[in-house]
């Protein structure tokens, strides 16, 4: 149940593992090896914070890192904890070579579209492909520290060049597909890179749609460019002016051996990527080689329990950070299921759960977004299909209601780690996520990522239990950006997270740490409702109305009054609609009277930005009369004009 101090108080236990599942786990043969066997989780986490030197060499030898560690672990500086502390000062690794370690024989990839299809390279095979796309892109002239971007799809080919870019020691960056020239540009424009490389097509709800023509134009606005590599056959067009057009079936010179990995030191930069920008100039995020790599094998291997063999199907794009930690899974032995098409496609919503079955995958990857969809169209996997391989479904990009836990575990599999997880673009990773050892509970995150000093903190910046406040992070963490890419980088990034207090962590969730341990996550800081000043996370609305009978999607924003503001509720609705007085009274009842809306409106559709999260910030730009730019951030960015002010219609009727 909701509670009336606007919190969420549900503890209610909806999945425990086994005892002879919990014993198998990564996680506790990591703690016994560490001298933690019999130990409370907390006790784990309580030592990968305080000693973050033996923590972090743990993991390395845990995880088996190729590489040379280096004499130390864990540098900090007493000045500037946070920002000027450093991991593994004088280690040397390549990212590509410990995410293609695996047996020859043992398979890597499985790419698979939205007709079923199906294709399997192995490791050995994969290596190959990464050893063609290293030596093509030497042969245009990258090097260590060039900027290698992507405009493709969530294939093998996309993810070859990934890692052939990872092993020269350039830097890989990627848009999606759907990404329009504007969105690209605006993020691409930014890190100047040497070479892109350009899919002709893709594949999205039954339609094969063309990207050639508008990656040549990308590629003529970008000055630096040298060359644009396109995937597959040569295409019947010129390129841009001054720019070297090539296609990589021209080059069956390039020899099928593996590639040769440069190794580098830890903080070596590996990704740009890119927050949504849907409020400004998206920010570019440089992460580090080492700090990536250790961050997310600790969260595939002891948080998401990822063993040699299992199979992770993550749906997401290139763009998406989900796509740079999902294919991190290939450092555990795990082979990952690439998926190119619409989640739920036209006609066929179900077909991501029968993939599922059909492809033996053991983790899957998804959206609050996506299992409310499922719940609304009626699909019911448990009905039809054995699951039998899949152990935990993990969930990011927003917070997961108590209905999503109620769906998974009734309608896909009563048997399954629903593992909500949450962190960001920023981090590359999760500050709270799931535990192979512990229960679900519904409407909770498990545990706080391990190594990482994750507090509440109230409005006099002290750590709270049970109370909703401002998530940071007290310590330093492998996995923090290198710098924003541009000048002025380094000072753009403290100001972003390390404004608000110095050398503490301020990430721009509301949260609240539950007594059990566990974590809800109820919006964003710069989204919080504050009603009278009290304030009020966007979740704790969504978690009860989109349980309604009638409603198929909602949005909430705080509208600025004099000395104020007012809840403004959005709903779109289905045939039978909704009655906004029973909007009301539930919402009275099941958070509290603060809760309840100023204005309930409707409207045809809600704003998601390529990711699938919701857009409020820029529904409230479109009602107070703003502009909001970089709609080609925006999934639907044609909804947004029924948020204007003139055509906004009250739920009862009146305007």
């Given at each position: 149940?909701h509670?009336?101090?606007?919190?969420?108080?549900?503890s209610?236990?909806?999945w425990?593992p086994?005892e002879?599942?919990?014993?198998?786990?990564?996680?506790?043969?990591f703690m016994?090896l560490?001298?933690f066997g019999?130990?409370?989780?907390e006790?784990l986490?309580?030592w990968?914070v305080?000693?973050?030197?033996?923590?972090?060499?743990?993991?390395?030898?845990?995880?088996?890192?190729?590489?040379e560690?280096?004499?130390?672990?864990?540098?900090?500086?007493?000045?500037?904890?946070?920002?000027?502390?450093?991991?593994f000062?004088?280690?040397?690794?390549?990212?590509a070579?410990n995410?293609?370690?695996g047996?020859?024989?043992?398979?890597?990839?499985?790419e698979?579209?939205e007709?079923?299809e199906?294709?399997?390279l192995t490791?050995?095979?994969?290596r190959?492909?990464?050893?063609?796309?290293?030596?093509i892109l030497?042969?245009?002239?990258?090097?260590?520290?060039?900027?290698?971007?992507?405009i493709v799809p969530?294939?093998a080919?996309?993810?070859a060049?990934?890692?052939?870019a990872?092993?020269?020691?350039a830097?890989w960056?990627?848009?999606?597909?759907?990404f329009?020239t504007?969105g690209v540009l605006?993020r691409?424009?930014?890190?100047?890179?040497?070479?892109?490389?350009?899919?002709?097509?893709?594949?999205?709800?039954?339609?094969?749609?063309?990207l050639?023509?508008?990656?040549?134009?990308?590629a003529g606005?970008?000055?630096?460019?040298?060359?644009v590599l396109?995937?597959g056959a040569a295409?019947?067009?010129s390129g841009p002016?001054?720019?070297?057009?090539?296609?990589?079936?021209?080059?069956?010179?390039?020899g099928d051996e593996?590639?040769?990995?440069?190794?580098?030191?830890?903080?070596?930069p590996?990704f740009?990527v890119?927050?949504s920008?849907?409020?400004?100039?998206?920010?570019?995020?440089?992460?580090r080689a080492g700090?990536?790599?250790?961050?997310?094998?600790?969260?595939?291997?002891l948080?998401?329990d990822?063993?040699?063999?299992?199979?992770?199907?993550?749906?997401?794009?290139?763009?998406w950070m989900?796509?740079?930690?999902s294919?991190?899974a290939l450092?555990?032995?795990?082979?990952v299921?690439?998926?190119?098409?619409?989640?739920i496609?036209r006609?066929?919503p179900?077909l991501l759960?029968?993939l599922i079955?059909d492809?033996?995958?053991?983790?899957f990857?998804?959206?609050?977004?996506y299992?409310?969809m499922?719940?609304?169209?009626?699909v019911?996997?448990?009905?039809t299909?054995?699951l039998e391989?899949?152990?935990?479904?993990?969930?990011?990009?927003?917070p997961?209601?108590?209905?999503n836990?109620?769906?998974v575990?009734?309608?896909a599999?009563?048997?399954v780690?629903l593992?909500s997880?949450?962190?960001?673009?920023?981090?590359?990773?999760?500050f709270?996520l799931?535990?192979?050892?512990?229960?679900?509970?519904?409407?909770?995150?498990?545990v706080?990522?391990?190594?990482l000093a994750?507090?509440?903190?109230?409005d006099r910046?002290a750590?709270v239990?049970?109370q909703?406040?401002?998530?940071v992070?007290?310590?330093?963490?492998?996995?923090?950006?290198?710098?924003?890419?541009?000048e002025?980088?380094?000072?753009?990034?403290?100001q972003a997270?390390f404004?608000?207090q110095?050398?503490?962590?301020?990430?721009?969730d509301?949260?609240?740490?539950q007594?059990s341990?566990g974590?809800?996550i109820?919006?964003r800081?710069?989204?919080?409702?504050?009603?009278g000043g009290?304030?009020?996370?966007t979740?704790?609305?969504?978690?009860?109305?989109?349980?309604l009978?009638?409603?198929?999607?909602?949005l909430?924003?705080?509208?600025?009054t004099?000395?104020?503001?007012e809840?403004?509720l959005?709903l779109?609705?289905?045939?039978?609609?909704?009655?906004?007085d029973?909007?009301?009274?539930v919402l009275?009842?099941e958070?509290?009277?603060r809760?309840v809306?100023a204005?309930i409106?409707?409207?045809?559709d809600?704003?998601?930005?390529?990711?699938?999260?919701?857009?409020?910030?820029a529904?409230?730009?479109t009602?107070?009369?703003q502009d909001v730019?970089?709609?080609?951030?925006?999934?639907?960015?044609?909804?947004?004009?029924?948020?204007r002010?003139d055509k906004?219609?009250?739920l009862q009727?009146?305007?």
């Amino acid at each position: 149940m909701h509670g009336k101090d606007n919190t969420l108080t549900t503890s209610r236990i909806v999945w425990t593992p086994d005892e002879e599942r919990a014993a198998a786990s990564n996680l506790k043969r990591f703690m016994e090896l560490n001298g933690f066997g019999g130990a409370p989780y907390e006790t784990l986490h309580r030592w990968s914070v305080a000693r973050p030197d033996e923590f972090w060499s743990a993991l390395w030898t845990f995880a088996e890192i190729i590489g040379e560690p280096g004499t130390v672990s864990f540098v900090r500086d007493r000045e500037r904890p946070m920002t000027g502390s450093r991991f593994f000062p004088d280690a040397s690794l390549n990212l590509a070579e410990n995410l293609l370690r695996g047996d020859a024989d043992a398979p890597a990839v499985v790419e698979v579209d939205e007709t079923g299809e199906t294709s399997t390279l192995t490791y050995g095979e994969l290596r190959r492909e990464v050893g063609r796309a290293q030596r093509i892109l030497r042969d245009l002239g990258v090097e260590p520290g060039d900027r290698v971007a992507g405009i493709v799809p969530n294939n093998a080919a996309a993810l070859a060049y990934t890692l052939g870019a990872l092993s020269i020691g350039a830097i890989w960056t990627s848009c999606a597909p759907e990404f329009g020239t504007a969105g690209v540009l605006d993020r691409f424009g930014q890190v100047d890179p040497s070479v892109l490389v350009l899919a002709p097509d893709y594949l999205y709800n039954g339609r094969r749609h063309d990207l050639l023509a508008k990656g040549l134009d990308i590629a003529g606005s970008l000055p630096g460019l040298g060359h644009v590599l396109v995937l597959g056959a040569a295409p019947d067009v010129s390129g841009p002016a001054g720019v070297g057009l090539h296609a990589t079936d021209e080059r069956a010179d390039a020899g099928d051996e593996p590639p040769h990995f440069v190794r580098l030191p830890f903080d070596h930069p590996a990704f740009i990527v890119y927050t949504s920008g849907t409020t400004g100039l998206p920010k570019s995020i440089v992460h580090r080689a080492g700090g990536i790599l250790v961050n997310l094998l600790k969260e595939h291997l002891l948080h998401s329990d990822v063993h040699q063999g299992d199979r992770m199907m993550y749906f997401t794009n290139t763009a998406w950070m989900m796509y740079h930690w999902s294919i991190a899974a290939l450092g555990c032995g795990a082979s990952v299921v690439l998926y190119d098409g619409a989640a739920i496609p036209r006609d066929d919503p179900g077909l991501l759960w029968r993939l599922i079955d059909d492809l033996d995958v053991t983790h899957f990857g998804t959206s609050p977004k996506y299992l409310s969809m499922m719940d609304q169209l009626g699909v019911e996997p448990a009905s039809t299909l054995t699951l039998e391989h899949l152990r935990v479904i993990l969930s990011a990009g927003a917070p997961l209601t108590d209905d999503n836990f109620t769906w998974v575990y009734d309608r896909a599999k009563s048997d399954v780690q629903l593992a909500s997880i949450s962190g960001g673009t920023e981090i590359l990773g999760c500050f709270v996520l799931g535990n192979p050892m512990a229960p679900v509970r519904s409407g909770e995150i498990q545990v706080l990522g391990l190594g990482l000093a994750v507090n509440v903190l109230d409005d006099r910046r002290a750590p709270v239990v049970g109370q909703p406040g401002d998530l940071v992070c007290t310590e330093p963490f492998p996995s923090m950006p290198l710098t924003f890419w541009g000048e002025g980088g380094d000072e753009r990034y403290r100001q972003a997270y390390f404004d608000v207090q110095p050398e503490v962590w301020h990430h721009g969730d509301l949260a609240q740490v539950q007594t059990s341990g566990g974590m809800v996550i109820s919006g964003r800081t710069d989204t919080t409702l504050k009603p009278g000043g009290v304030r009020i996370g966007t979740s704790e609305i969504y978690r009860v109305v989109e349980g309604l009978p009638g409603v198929t999607d909602s949005l909430v924003i705080g509208y600025p009054t004099a000395d104020d503001m007012e809840i403004w509720l959005f709903l779109v609705t289905g045939e039978t609609g909704v009655n906004p007085d029973d909007v009301r009274a539930v919402l009275r009842r099941e958070a509290s009277p603060r809760h309840v809306p100023a204005r309930i409106l409707t409207v045809e559709d809600i704003p998601y930005n390529l990711a699938g999260k919701k857009v409020e910030g820029a529904a409230l730009k479109t009602v107070t009369g703003q502009d909001v730019k970089n709609r080609d951030s925006l999934r639907n960015p044609g909804c947004l004009d029924g948020f204007r002010l003139d055509k906004l219609v009250d739920l009862q009727g009146a305007s």
